[in-house]
């Protein structure tokens, strides 16, 4: 793939299409004159004309990809490879990126005709340049191609490659991660409400506590547990607290809800 920046056709312009490529056009990794947007939703295309005004926006998927260097397909898991199908003769010489949860990579590869396909899954936080992304290639995927993945990944947060048969277990943990941490926060700011703090401020205090925590285990490595002791005085506020979260199962909880999710993604796959 040649150094300049890339002709993208984005399949699907809903909101997993925006955060990654709105978050792309902010770090200065593409600009918007070089992205296509493919989308019959009126509403959708309605949000890129308005947000994203130098991007041309079509409700034809394939005049879409007609010249694109890299075809970003990030549709519903149930279209994707019927869209996969319709596009292949169009797109027959671009890079396939494919954000569908569940869909195994050798069926995207059966379905192109061409090994040269990248499956992704990104995450929400790719909006404000915190993603945590994973991604997988096939066997006609050049280093350069894999290069710009990692690069198009990296400008919105931490790109990681794996192998095909751990995306299901990324999907389920950082794919689905985010709306699990979302109900984190809502809840201990129920409980900062239910203490007596007003709600705004209960809020604030939630979001930034998670936002420092995880900060706190990225910068300095040190293990969660350890760093939960750290907290947890004897006889304290903390311990009283985590007893709680122990009674309630927020353990087991939160692992069943990632296995949970896991196994929906493999069973998309085989639909």
Known sequence: MENTKPQLALIGGGKMGRALVQGMIDAGFTTADRVTVGDHNPVSQ??????????????????????ADVVLLAIKPRVVLAAVSELKRTARKSLLISVAAGIPLDA????????????????????????????????????????????????????????????DAVTGLSGSGPAFVCMIIEA??????????????????????????????????????????????????????????????????????????TRRSEELGKN
Request: glycine share 12%.
């Open 108 to 167: 995207l590869v059966r379905q192109f005709g061409s090994s040269r396909v990248i499956r992704v899954m990104p995450n929400t936080p790719s909006l404000v340049g915190a993603g945590a992304s994973a991604y997988c290639c096939g066997d006609d995927v050049s280093s350069e191609d894999a290069a710009f993945v990692d690069g198009m990944l990296s400008s919105v947060g931490k790109a990681f490659r794996v192998d095909d048969k751990a995306m």
């Open 46 to 67: 309605a949000w890129w004309k308005q947000n994203v005004p130098q991007a041309t926006v079509t409700p034809d998927s394939k005049s879409a990809v007609e010249g």
């Open 188 to 261: 201990l700011a129920d409980g900062g409400v239910l203490s007596g703090l007003p709600r705004e401020l209960s809020m604030q205090l939630a979001t930034q506590t998670v936002l420092g925590t995880a900060k706190l285990v990225q910068q300095t490595g040190t293990h969660p547990g350890e760093l939960k002791d750290a907290v947890a005085s004897p006889g304290g506020t903390t311990i009283a607290g985590i007893a709680a979260l122990e009674r309630g199962g927020l353990r087991n909880t939160m692992i069943s809800a990632v296995e949970t999710a």
